[in-house]
């Protein structure tokens, strides 16, 4: 089967930006976007819950060449199916048995479940959750583990390589380079080593168009109607 059409549900600077990211790397600018106003709830609509009723970005809808829709609702799935869907872009080791692919894999998922697992939890108490339900000592705590557990584990990699896998740029870097953008927001990254990293993938210009958008992200979703709605 071959892909026909590539449509993504995003939101500026959301977890959805790691797709699009991809999008641009693999496909160029050969693909349909929808904006999802996430801080005014459209997630939680009727006709978004039949998309996906995780009520969330990303979601990529593919239409294969026998006419039938897929839709995608994981971002690390999306992003490892995107490298193998097009190996020309040469952004996966080649699926199979080998040290480099069980790193690559490791690395995605890594930053696709430990990292956005604490950095969503900063985010939801710092500036989702109204202020009566917000806990500061999660966010504290979170914080603590990432600078002392998360960052020491990557500066060690990007001492030694330029990339998290290696000397090449791969499809693990667009989910652990978006989680270093997230987590520098939050004050959080601000060795050298991520300043060189991020010097590094800013240069690609897949990522330049992936971030165009960023402006339209709302940092403090507390006020806005996602609140009302916000479930975590």
Known sequence: MLIKHLKLYHSPASRSTRIKWMLHEVVGNAFEIEKIDLSGAVQYSAEFLLLNPNHCVPVLEITWDTGAVQHMLESAAMVAFLADAFPAAELAPPPGASPERADYLQMLHFGSTWMDMMLWQIRAHEHVLPAAE???????RYRKKFSEEVEPQLIARLQRTPFVCGQHFTAADCIVGHTVFWARGYGLFRDEAFQRYVARLSQRPAFGAAFSDTRGFVLD????PLSAHFTG
């Open 134 to 140: 917000r806990d500061p000592r999660t966010a504290a």
């Open 221 to 224: 979703a507390s006020e806005q």
